[in-house]
């Protein structure tokens, strides 16, 4: 269960924190970012359609 929560707060953690950064680590932190935001979405549909334990 707490993938379902910690993975999106994780996601928006690093978008802000790219958002903050001027440097070429906001690339690294924006990538970090839609990683765990595949992850989650992944994550979802498989909940979703193959009723996955939470």
Request: glycine share 4%; aromatic share 12%; proline share 6%.
């Amino acid at each position: 269960m707490p993938i379902v929560f910690l993975l999106p707060l994780g996601a928006l953690l690093s978008f802000a924190a790219a958002w903050l950064t001027r440097s070429r680590a906001r690339y690294v932190y924006v990538a970090i970012g839609c990683v765990m935001a595949a992850i989650w979405l992944l994550y979802m549909v498989l909940l979703i359609n193959l009723e996955l334990p939470d």
